[in-house]
């Protein structure tokens, strides 16, 4: 059972390793320019809520959140900083379909591994998106 409880946490211990990580490289280094970033994420017309959400950048530091319960996300640049580094992003989306059985992605690999979701964070901009997903 305790094996359960550690496998079923993994995800969100991983998305609190990268923050932790990405925070350690800042080491009194001034900030990138930064916007915030916010959205939505929806599985077949329903808020998702408890999905990783990763923006990949071409270049810069990665951005991470996880959804609330209406899949609503702010992402975080580091664990102390919220936003994102301006540019184009590649976006992948997760969550465990049962936390009890992990692997078993319940956002298709369209979303995550063989992402096709993108995103494009500008200065001045609102930068909030809204990704509807469907699992067919």
Wanted: aromatic residues 8%.
């Amino acid at each position: 059972m305790i094996a359960n409880t550690r496998s079923s946490r993994k995800p969100v211990w991983c998305l609190v390793a990268l923050l932790g990580i990405s925070g350690c490289f800042g080491g009194g280094e001034s900030l990138p320019e930064l916007a915030e970033v916010t959205g939505t994420i929806n599985l077949n017309g329903s808020p998702l809520p408890g999905a990783s959400v990763v923006f990949l950048p071409k270049e810069g530091g990665s951005a991470f959140a996880l959804t609330d319960a209406n899949g609503k996300f702010e992402l975080m640049y580091n664990q102390d900083t919220a936003g994102a580094v301006l540019g184009s992003y590649t976006v992948k989306v997760s969550k465990e379909k049962n936390p009890e059985e992990p692997g078993m992605d319940l956002v298709p690999k369209k979303y995550n591994e063989m992402t096709t979701l993108t995103a494009e964070v500008k200065s001045g901009a609102e930068n909030d998106f809204q990704f509807d997903l469907s699992s067919k």
